[in-house]
């Protein structure tokens, strides 16, 4: 990087900036060097500008996302250290002009206007601008310019519009608007250097001028209709700088779409598309989720090898290492997942499946990009719930996040297997119509409440499609990488904190208070060391065991969880549940799963055989009988307890991360309050009807 | 320019236009928030447009880009149809 006023007089923006000098637009006094002057630059443009690979050229690693104060819109800030500034950049959300109506769009254009509370306006906006599509950019650099603060044009794609045979004079344009234009390819990196030269360039500059630029054409005549005048301006200066009528517009974009957005074809597409999506976050995404678990399982072993006080030992094992990786474990899903959303969406693809999708959808009251976080929904409803930010929304944002938990998550799976197992031991070919039963259920109930939710709480239904389709393209792997790290950053933060504190607060339900051992298990011990003294050790093993687990029974029935279990045993017996599975619900609260190692515990198999002989349990919980002797697990119990299972809201991470996602404590509170509503309701109706 | 009569005569909707058909907007009945941004990406009075695809939704081309809309939303907006050979946006 060049240390200050470029020397190399012959680079096409030193000439900028003394042809910029020669016009005696901007006035420079250059200041005393001081080290690192905080200099806020706000990155302006279109979407599908190449916003975001610019600013990660410009930043890399060092950005940080957060949320606008009080809202759900995101922007990232990054710094970058340019010559001897401290630049921070932020990128602002995509607009396509100053006055909109969308959040997002409203938000970018008051945080560059200086409206915001707590965010003074930025220093100066770099604004980036598509060469391949100048008439329509120019529109919003307009506006920009006219807030008459110091502006730096950065014309990207230049490397496109050069295949496509656009020519642009560089120095006309920088003529016409009375500001710094730097031609790049922010993909490629070409132009960087220059840039940045001139980001440090106006930042150390003492007093900036804004840029001189005036459009009387649109002064005078902008009354009637702003855009009409606005857009003669940038069509005029677009005629004068480029070479259009040379310009090859490419072909492939319109072929591909006319399979793409085609009624039926695009149709198949996009499953196709979704299907391939589907299988990397279900299927691909277990070799590093079964790692993650292993290792997880390899350091609770050794923790417990080192820490010998048993309920140390239990807290740190069972309540942090557990805890936390079983939150963790979902890390590849939501890595995968983002990953392949971000190539999607950079190719231009993602545009499309809204487009194909929109019709379908729109009769549920939901827009047609809603499709991606209902997919993966069925992986887990943590990234599902995370990847709804692709649509612009907030109304129809909001719906989706209501209605993706309610998708069968990859967390049920164990159930739906043990309930299945437990109905039809015999026929593999029923318990598979169930399963798929299972999740044809979570999928009509989503759709279904989707439909509710529109005629009821959030009326009007989603908002008419308007939509651009930007020309295919290759996507950015850097980008695609910086999104899923971003992605991950914010999930792991969320794991380690509040998530942790859940899982504490779980364990401690299960763990106290303490009870003494029962009796029989106090006898089965002391019997089993007067039989390794006689020299049978594998009997006394195996009753050391069975101790095992009727300790660990009686601990859990004594427990605040299992007293809850007693508590709300009336409120849960018309669906044919007793305190024992009251318990299991509780624990499920971790993570749904848990119930079924949590029911091990309960009915005395042993914490171990959830994991390594699901037979015994399943023999155990069939023969398990109420105080009157009635077998518990009934065809209508398992069946109300699967239809529980479906609809409930149990976990309560999901529950973190849709409060984080719409900013609110109410609207968690809220699809917990349904769901679990609807799961009542539903299971009471499937337990009477049986 | 037209006289008021013709104007209208030579009038249609977006959502009847047919497919690769040019034209040249006149009116739109709608200041609903979903106009605000279809006028910042090129949809506004004096524009010159063309139909990519019809139907619902339905493909126009403004400038350079290619911009979905619904139909519902095509049906506030009056356009007046290019001659042939117009428009040479291909």
């Known amino acids: 990087m060049s240390d200050g006023h470029s020397n190399n007089s012959s680079s096409p923006v030193a000439e900028i900036f003394s042809g910029r000098k020669r016009l005696g637009k901007i006035s420079i006094a250059p200041l005393p060097k001081q080290a690192y002057r905080a200099f806020t630059l706000a990155l302006v443009g279109n979407p599908n500008a190449g916003k975001t690979t610019l600013f990660n050229a410009l930043t890399g690693l060092r950005a940080k996302t957060a949320n606008f104060p009080g809202t759900t819109v995101e922007q990232k800030i990054g710094r970058a250290s340019i010559g001897q500034w401290e630049i921070t950049l932020v990128d602002l959300p995509g607009l396509y002009g100053m006055e909109s109506s969308s959040p997002d769009e409203k938000l970018a254009a008051d945080a560059l206007r200086g409206r915001l509370a707590g965010q003074p306006a930025p220093d100066a906006a770099l604004v980036i601008v598509d060469a391949t599509n100048l008439e329509r950019n120019l529109f919003l650099a307009s506006e920009v310019l006219e807030l008459k603060r110091p502006v730096i044009i950065a014309l990207n794609m230049m490397d496109m519009a050069e295949r496509e045979n656009i020519r642009i004079d560089v120095t006309k344009l920088r003529e016409e608007l009375g500001c710094v234009v730097v031609p790049i390819a922010a993909r490629t990196g070409k132009g960087i250097d220059e840039l940045r030269q001139e980001i440090e360039r106006l930042a150390g500059c003492a007093v900036v001028e804004s840029a001189q630029y005036s459009n009387a054409h649109c002064v005078t005549a902008c009354a009637t209709c702003p855009y009409q005048k606005r857009y003669e301006w940038t069509e005029s200066?677009?005629?004068?700088?480029?070479?259009?009528?040379?310009?090859?517009?490419?072909?492939?974009?319109?072929?591909?779409?006319?399979?793409?957005?085609?009624?039926?074809?695009?149709?198949?597409?996009?499953?196709?598309?979704?299907?391939?999506?589907?299988?990397?976050?279900?299927?691909?995404?277990?070799?590093?989720?079964?790692?993650?678990?292993?290792?997880?399982?390899?350091?609770?072993?050794?923790?417990?090898?080192?820490?010998?006080?048993?309920?140390?030992?239990?807290?740190?094992?069972?309540?942090?290492?557990?805890?936390?990786?079983?939150?963790?474990?979902?890390?590849?899903?939501?890595?995968?997942?983002?990953?392949?959303?971000?190539?999607?969406?950079?190719?231009?693809?993602?545009?499309?499946?809204?487009?194909?999708?929109?019709?379908?959808?729109?009769?549920?009251?939901?827009?047609?990009?809603?499709?991606?976080?209902?997919?993966?929904?069925?992986?887990?409803?943590?990234?599902?719930?995370?990847?709804?930010?692709?649509?612009?929304?907030?109304?129809?944002?909001?719906?989706?996040?209501?209605?993706?938990?309610?998708?069968?998550?990859?967390?049920?799976?164990?159930?739906?297997?043990?309930?299945?197992?437990?109905?039809?031991?015999?026929?593999?070919?029923?318990?598979?119509?169930?399963?798929?039963?299972?999740?044809?259920?979570?999928?009509?109930?989503?759709?279904?409440?989707?439909?509710?939710?529109?005629?009821?709480?959030?009326?009007?239904?989603?908002?008419?499609?308007?939509?651009?389709?930007?020309?295919?393209?290759?996507?950015?792997?850097?980008?695609?990488?910086?999104?899923?790290?971003?992605?991950?950053?914010?999930?792991?933060?969320?794991?380690?904190?509040?998530?942790?504190?859940?899982?504490?607060?779980?364990?401690?339900?299960?763990?106290?208070?303490?009870?003494?051992?029962?009796?029989?298990?106090?006898?089965?011990?002391?019997?089993?060391?007067?039989?390794?003294?006689?020299?049978?050790?594998?009997?006394?093993?195996?009753?050391?065991?069975?101790?095992?687990?009727?300790?660990?029974?009686?601990?859990?029935?004594?427990?605040?969880?299992?007293?809850?279990?007693?508590?709300?045993?009336?409120?849960?017996?018309?669906?044919?549940?007793?305190?024992?599975?009251?318990?299991?619900?509780?624990?499920?609260?971790?993570?749904?799963?848990?119930?079924?190692?949590?029911?091990?515990?309960?009915?005395?198999?042993?914490?171990?055989?959830?994991?390594?002989?699901?037979?015994?349990?399943?023999?155990?919980?069939?023969?398990?009988?109420?105080?009157?002797?009635?077998?518990?697990?009934?065809?209508?119990?398992?069946?109300?307890?699967?239809?529980?299972?479906?609809?409930?809201?149990?976990?309560?991470?999901?529950?973190?991360?849709?409060?984080?996602?719409?900013?609110?404590?109410?609207?968690?509170?809220?699809?917990?309050?349904?769901?679990?509503?609807?799961?009542?309701?539903?299971?009471?109706?499937?337990?009477?009807?049986? | 320019m037209m006289t008021e009569d013709s104007t209208n005569l030579r009038e249609t909707r977006l959502d009847k236009l047919p497919q690769r058909s040019c034209a040249v907007v006149r009116r739109i009945e709608t200041e609903s928030e979903e106009f605000l941004r279809l006028k910042s990406l090129g949809l506004c009075i004096g524009r010159q447009i063309e139909v990519v695809k019809s139907g619902d939704p339905l493909i126009i081309k403004i400038f350079g880009s290619r911009i979905g809309l619904s139909a519902s939303l095509a049906a506030r907006v009056w356009l007046e149809v290019c001659a042939p050979d117009h428009c040479n946006l291909s």
């Open chain 1, 237 to 690: 200066v677009s005629a004068k700088v480029m070479n259009a009528a040379a310009a090859r517009r490419p072909q492939r974009t319109e072929k591909l779409d006319r399979f793409l957005t085609h009624p039926v074809a695009g149709v198949g597409a996009f499953l196709a598309v979704m299907l391939a999506f589907f299988f990397l976050i279900f299927w691909v995404a277990k070799i590093p989720m079964q790692l993650i678990d292993h290792l997880f399982a390899t350091i609770g072993t050794w923790v417990a090898s080192q820490v010998m006080q048993p309920d140390l030992q239990s807290l740190l094992v069972n309540g942090v290492i557990g805890g936390v990786g079983g939150i963790l474990v979902f890390l590849p899903q939501i890595c995968i997942l983002f990953f392949a959303l971000s190539l999607l969406e950079d190719t231009g693809y993602l545009a499309r499946a809204a487009f194909v999708m929109d019709k379908i959808m729109r009769k549920l009251g939901l827009p047609g990009k809603a499709f991606v976080p209902l997919l993966s929904a069925h992986a887990c409803a943590i990234p599902a719930v995370m990847s709804a930010r692709v649509i612009e929304n907030p109304r129809d944002r909001l719906a989706t996040i209501l209605v993706a938990p309610l998708m069968a998550c990859s967390a049920r799976i164990p159930i739906y297997a043990m309930i299945t197992a437990l109905l039809f031991p015999q026929s593999p070919f029923k318990a598979a119509l169930v399963f798929t039963g299972a999740y044809a259920m979570g999928i009509f109930f989503a759709l279904g409440m989707a439909w509710v939710f529109q005629r009821t709480i959030l009326p009007g239904g989603s908002k008419p499609l308007v939509i651009e389709l930007p020309p295919y393209r290759l996507p950015g792997l850097r980008t695609a990488f910086l999104h899923t790290f971003d992605r991950a950053k914010i999930f792991v933060k969320q794991a380690g904190t509040i998530i942790l504190l859940i899982s504490l607060l779980l364990w401690t339900l299960s763990h106290y208070p303490k009870s003494a051992p029962p009796a029989v298990a106090v006898a089965m011990t002391t019997q089993a060391a007067q039989l390794e003294k006689s020299g049978d050790s594998k009997l006394a093993t195996e009753l050391r065991a069975a101790a095992g687990h009727l300790t660990a029974q009686s601990a859990l029935q004594n427990s605040f969880a299992g007293k809850i279990g007693h508590v709300i045993e009336p409120t849960i017996k018309p669906l044919g549940f007793d305190w024992q599975i009251g318990i299991g619900i509780i624990s499920s609260f971790a993570a749904r799963e848990v119930i079924v190692s949590t029911l091990a515990v309960v009915y005395g198999v042993g914490e171990d055989a959830a994991e390594q002989n699901r037979k015994s349990l399943y023999d155990t919980l069939r023969h398990a009988t109420r105080s009157d002797g009635a077998p518990v697990f009934t065809t209508a119990t398992c069946m109300s307890l699967l239809v529980y299972y479906i609809l409930a809201a149990q976990c309560l991470a999901t529950s973190v991360v849709v409060r984080r996602e719409t900013n609110s404590f109410k609207w968690p509170l809220f699809q917990i309050f349904y769901m679990t509503g609807l799961a009542y309701v539903a299971s009471f109706i499937i337990y009477h009807l049986f």
